[in-house]
C-alpha cells in the first residue's frame, strides 16, 4: 500500500526513540527497525510479532509495531498497540504522544488532547507536544485554548516558526486579525513558508472593504 507522506525524517526520529538501546540489530526488534528504516513495513511487523512472542511484557516490541501501523494507515491496530504498551509501561511518554497522533489522524480530538496532557505530566517540556494539543483544541473551534497551548510552545521554542503560524490561524479563526498578521510576519521572518492561500483570506478577512 501507499506510505503516508507522515513518514518522514520526523517519523523515522520517532521510531528511532521508541527503538531503544543495546543490539539492536541481533534480536527480532532490531530487525523490526531495520526493515521499517528500509520501508518494508510488513517484515517490520513480522519480526515485532516474534520479539512479542518472545516477550509478551516487552512495551518497546508493542510500541515499534503500533508506530509501523500507523505508517502504514492502519490507525485501530496502531492504537491496540500502543495502549497495550502504555498498559506495561505507564509512563513512556512518548507512546502517549503517538497515539494521541494516531487519534488526531481518525479525528477523536478529545482522546487525543487526553493522550497529549499525560505526556505533558510526564514532561511539560514538550514543545511539540504542547503545539499537538493546540491543533487539536483548534479542531474543536477552542481557540481560547489553542492559543494558550502555542503560546507555551512558543515558550519553550521561540524560533518555531511553524508555531507562531498555528497561532495565526486560531487568532484568524477568532476575528484577531493584527494578532494574526503579528504571528504570520513572525513565522515568516523565522523563515517559515506561509500558505499563499491563508494569506489571501486573512487580507480578505481584516480588509472586508478591499
Known amino acids: 500500500m501507499d506510505v503516508p507522506a507522515k513518514f518522514s525524517m520526523v517519523a523515522m526520529v520517532s521510531l528511532l526513540l521508541l527503538a531503544g538501546c543495546g543490539d539492536m540489530y541481533t534480536d527480532y526488534s532490531g530487525r523490526g527497525f531495520a526493515y521499517a528504516k528500509k520501508g518494508k513495513f510488513d517484515r517490520a511487523i513480522a519480526s515485532y510479532d516474534k520479539a512479542i512472542e518472545r516477550d509478551p511484557w516487552n512495551a518497546e516490541a508493542y510500541a515499534n509495531r503500533g508506530y509501523v501501523y500507523y505508517i502504514k494507515g492502519e490507525y485501530d491496530r496502531a492504537i491496540a498497540n500502543y495502549s497495550r504498551a502504555i498498559e506495561i509501561d505507564p509512563g513512556y511518554t512518548r507512546v502517549y504522544v503517538n497515539r494521541g497522533d494516531t487519534y488526531c489522524m481518525k479525528a477523536e480530538h478529545e482522546r487525543a488532547i487526553t493522550d497529549y496532557t499525560c505526556a505533558l505530566e510526564l514532561n511539560p517540556r ?8 493546540g491543533l487539536a483544541r483548534a479542531a474543536r473551534s477552542e481557540y481560547d485554548r489553542a492559543i494558550l497551548n502555542f503560546t507555551i510552545a512558543i515558550g519553550i521554542k521561540p524560533r518555531n ?3 507562531h503560524f498555528h497561532r495565526a490561524a486560531a487568532y484568524r479563526n477568532k476575528g ?3 494578532q494574526a498578521w503579528q504571528d504570520v510576519r513572525r513565522a515568516q521572518n523565522l523563515g517559515y513558508q506561509v500558505d499563499p492561500e ?3 483570506r486573512l487580507r480578505e478577512s481584516s480588509n472586508p472593504e478591499q
Do not use: C, I, P, T
Open 126 to 133: 514538550l514543545s511539540a507536544v504542547y503545539d499537538a494539543r
Open 161 to 163: 516558526g511553524k508555531v
Open 176 to 178: 484577531l486579525y493584527e
Open 198 to 200: 491563508f494569506l489571501r
